[in-house]
């Protein structure tokens, strides 16, 4: 796949939000442009596309078909990273629907290893896929809390003297956060880990 160019330099902050975009509290930051968001992007919606479709090569035309998308209303989104997930999922989605009756053609030449991955890792892929693109509809704060929670691995404590919450609404907060996020997965049919 070649890799989309895009101008770098920053676009005006969005007033209109895009109506199947999740709005996020804050207004996009400013610096962000559409060449660091493929970036920072690119191979997580590769892995999420990968997920859902089990073909390399359409879940690379899918992410760059999302990307030429948001290009097209860049300055109408608020919350591009969300956007862009729940934007492949739809894609994806659509995918399936308008190519139900395809076979893949096997190609011998282009990553046959990729495209015979175990349907756990596929899941686990999607999973994955999924968790970010709730994660990145959450709000600033909320993100915050998981991250200092499950990435700095810090006590309930600890985070109410970085947040200036009260302990009990650090734990309540997270309680909530990490309930709803369950839930969701559980409605797109993504369950827990087995053990």
């Known amino acids: 796949m070649e890799p989309l160019a895009f ?11 895009d109506a199947a975009a999740p709005v996020s509290p804050s207004p996009k930051d400013a610096s962000l442009t559409l060449a660091s968001l493929f970036a920072s ?22 992410v ?36 139900a009756r395809e076979t893949p053609l096997v190609d011998e030449t282009s990553h046959p290893a990729e495209g015979d991955l175990p349907a756990e890792t596929l899941g686990q892929m999607e999973a994955i896929g999924m968790v970010k693109m709730l994660l990145s509809e959450m709000t600033d704060e ?4 998981i991250r200092l929670k499950y990435h700095d ?14 302990v009990g609404n650090v734990g309540y907060r997270l309680h909530h956060l990490l309930k709803g996020l369950a839930d969701t997965l559980r409605r797109a049919g993504i369950e827990g880990s087995r053990r």
Do not use: C, M
């Open 142 to 145: 909320d993100r915050k809390l």
């Open 41 to 62: 992007e690119e191979s997580g919606l590769l892995r999420f596309a990968i997920g859902l479709i089990g073909r390399r090569s359409v879940a690379e035309d899918l």
């Open 153 to 166: 691995d810090l006590k309930y404590q600890a985070i109410s003297q970085r947040t200036g919450l009260s």
């Open 7 to 17: 101008q770098s330099a920053p676009l005006p902050p969005a007033g209109v939000t």
């Open 64 to 99: 760059q078909e999302t990307f030429l998308r948001l290009h097209q209303v860049w300055d109408q989104v608020e919350n591009p990273r969300g956007w862009l997930y729940r934007s492949l999922r739809n894609l994806a989605l659509n995918h399936h629907r308008d190519h």
